[in-house]
């Protein structure tokens, strides 16, 4: 039985089930073309939010993080012209104030006026690798976590939907622990290295009110263990994307958390 609600000190991080766990041979995965990079461009407002060019979303800080889980509903791309759009979301560790990612998560994104869905994973700067043993679908529901334990992270990502799941070891040098994530973002990079357009992903929904998951959007650090909302106050950052000349799409996330401290939702702007 997964307990909905951790106390804030001293809890013991409860992880939800995943069914049908890969050990990841390579034939499940294949480098994927783009990257999810840390935070671009960030501005903190000093008020509990910011804004970045890249990331949409809620962060935590602290330190020693060991745990972050997520969930979210799989949005419909809207692809209405030619061009190509893209749009990641995803839950992780690290990258809003250090320099690597370790992170897992799905795509909606648009090959010219073709949608595409598709899960992946990427342990920042190492390149992105898509899970081609799940097929994702929009409305799925998934579940997904980073763990470090010893000195490796561990994602695991699951489509509850049709029950299917993937898990991934990797060690990641440097990375700090000094934050954890629950993010849409417009990935890299253009032939310049700039932040690829957004697509329009219309409202993504994260968290347990909106999924039915469990123990979603927690994480655990040295000192607290639980959801988003039972952090102290000053640690936890809404983050907005603002336009950028490569990617002048705007993604804006709830002004506040559910009262379980669980959910938001983020929505497409152009």
């Known amino acids: 039985m997964i307990t909905k609600r951790l106390g804030v000190l001293g809890a013991i991080a409860i992880l939800p089930a995943f ?20 935070i671009k461009d960030h501005v903190d407002n000093g008020d509990g939010t910011s804004t970045s060019t890249n990331w949409s979303g809620y962060a935590v800080l602290g330190s020693s993080f060991t745990s972050a ?28 104030s250090s320099s690597t990612v370790e992170q897992t998560g799905t795509d909606s994104d648009c090959d010219g006026k073709t949608p595409s ?21 929009p409305g799925d529901r998934m579940s997904a976590k980073v763990v470090y334990s010893g000195s490796e992270f561990t994602i695991t990502i699951e489509d509850v939907t049709t029950g299917k799941s993937y898990s991934k070891s990797s060690r990641v040098s440097g990375a700090a622990r000094s934050s954890a994530e629950w993010i849409a973002e ?39 263990s639980g959801a988003i909302g039972a952090f102290p106050a000053a640690d936890i950052e809404e983050i907005n994307k603002v336009a950028s000349s490569t990617s002048p799409q705007l993604s804006t996330c ?17």
Not at 117 to 137: D, G, Q
Not at 206 to 223: I, K, M, P, Q, R
């Open 19 to 38: 069914a049908q766990v890969s050990s990841a041979p390579a034939s499940m995965e294949k480098i994927a073309p783009r990257q999810h990079r840390p």
């Open 186 to 224: 417009a990935p890299c990079c253009t032939g310049s290295e700039g932040i690829l357009p957004l697509a329009d992903f219309g409202t993504v929904l994260f968290g347990e009110d909106s999924t039915g998951v469990t123990g979603t959007n927690y994480a655990t650090d040295s000192t607290t």
């Open 254 to 270: 709830s002004a506040s958390l559910s009262s379980d401290g669980t959910s938001f939702s983020c929505t497409w702007a152009k």
């Open 69 to 96: 889980e997520g969930s979210w509903v799989v949005p419909t791309a809207t692809c209405s012209s030619s061009g190509d759009l893209y749009a990641s979301f995803w839950v992780g560790l690290d990258g809003y």
């Open 117 to 137: 869905y598709y899960a992946w994973y990427e342990f920042y700067p190492h390149p992105s690798y898509e899970i081609t043993s799940l097929t994702i679908k």
